[in-house]
């Protein structure tokens, strides 16, 4: 992402995410990994010290300042780069995994099929 204002975005990106949405307790900027970085926007995962929840926020700069969208995770920062990266799932695979699911097959031996 080339951008002259690249420590000040990045500085901006973190104040928005500053403190824990359940609990309240404030974050600090080394509670905040930057998992990906895209000319319209980063995605942050950040995990509350206190309650252990952890978040993970888009942030995209927009034309009237920031748009953040949160979502509340279980994932570790491990997991959801490599959910990222997996290929996306097909309608038919999504409909055989339901099928398996219906007629009560083993569930991991219908995974490791698709």
Not at 37 to 43: F, S
Not at 47 to 59: F, P
Not at 88 to 98: I, K, M, P, Q
Request: glycine content about 4%.
């Amino acid at each position: 992402m080339e951008n002259n204002n690249e420590p000040q975005f990045w500085q901006k990106s973190v104040k928005i995410i500053s403190h824990c949405l359940f609990c309240h307790s404030p974050y600090t900027h080394l509670q905040a990994n930057l998992l990906d970085e895209r000319d319209d926007g980063r995605l942050i995962y950040v995990r509350c010290q206190k309650c252990q929840t952890a978040v993970l926020a888009s942030v995209t700069p927009g034309a009237m300042g920031f748009i953040s969208l949160y979502m509340v995770t279980d994932c570790t920062p491990e997991d959801v780069i490599k959910f990222k990266e997996m290929k996306s799932l097909n309608g038919d695979e999504v409909l055989a995994f339901r099928e398996s699911l219906q007629n009560g097959e083993d569930v991991i031996e219908s995974l490791n099929r698709s």
